[in-house]
């Protein structure tokens, strides 16, 4: 049974990687994901901003939302980049 599930998933993973497309997706998805698990890990093993007041938490709250739309705003500039080369 596991080795069934096992051949499943290879076989789907390479349908997915064999179509330009699906292949970008999946990979992209996996450094999302990657990414999500190194902040995790980062943020449950050490102790930074234990220490912060309420002051201080909401002003790293205000940054760390300026810092997603700025890479919010570097991911629309270079998928609209990334079309104009494509065509």
Partial sequence: MLKGIILFAVIVVGLLLSLRR????L???VKAISDLLVVFLLRSTSRFGSELTEDGKAEQNLWREQRLRNLRGLTLRSRQRWEKKTK
């Fill in 27 to 29: 990979l992209e998805e």
């Fill in 22 to 25: 699906s292949r970008e997706w």
